[in-house]
């Protein structure tokens, strides 16, 4: 029997670079540090977590956006991209009056930009947002995505360099 191996992702990378690297941003123990006391902006936004998958020919997306109401979440899909923007507050934690020993959940403005495939429109993407969950899906999404051309390497063959020691 063999062993059935998944094909090449046609949407890996599509996150934009910034999103990625706010995920990076380490987890803040004790009282809040300088740097969360300022107030977000898009450009230091967190990025929520993101499941990317296709379901038949649609191009499945969704966010966790525990603790977010609907009224605090915008989605604009606008030159191929799709951009999901918000704000969490802090549930009435006062950083100022509380000491966390641990703090593991991102509060202020989010921002996640995707790039969806060409030739999507506007009328083919639709959203949901049920238990904190917002569910984006684009139609006719995954039959449209172009897996890309392989470039094959042409290997260079150089004798190896001898080095001794001593």
Do not use: C, K
């Amino acid at each position: 029997m063999s062993e059935r191996r998944p094909g090449r992702n046609p949407f890996e990378g599509v996150t934009d670079f910034v999103s990625e690297i706010n995920r990076l941003r380490a987890i803040g123990t004790g009282r809040a540090t300088a740097a969360e006391q300022v107030e977000r902006t898009h450009a230091s936004a967190w990025a929520p977590a993101t499941d990317i998958f296709a379901l038949g020919e649609d191009l499945v997306i969704r966010i966790e956006l525990a603790g977010v109401p609907p009224e605090d979440v915008e989605l604009r899909f606008a030159q191929g991209l799709l951009t999901i923007t918000g704000y969490r507050s802090t549930d009435g934690a006062d950083p100022e009056e509380s000491l966390f020993y641990t703090r593991e959940r991102y509060y202020g403005e989010f921002r996640r930009v995707i790039t969806l495939p060409e030739g999507i429109e506007p009328e083919d993407v639709t959203a949901t947002f049920e238990h904190g969950l917002v569910e984006v899906v684009v139609h006719q999404g995954a039959a449209v995505a172009d897996p890309g051309h392989r470039i094959d390497l042409a290997a260079q063959r150089e004798e190896p360099q001898r080095r001794t020691l001593g």
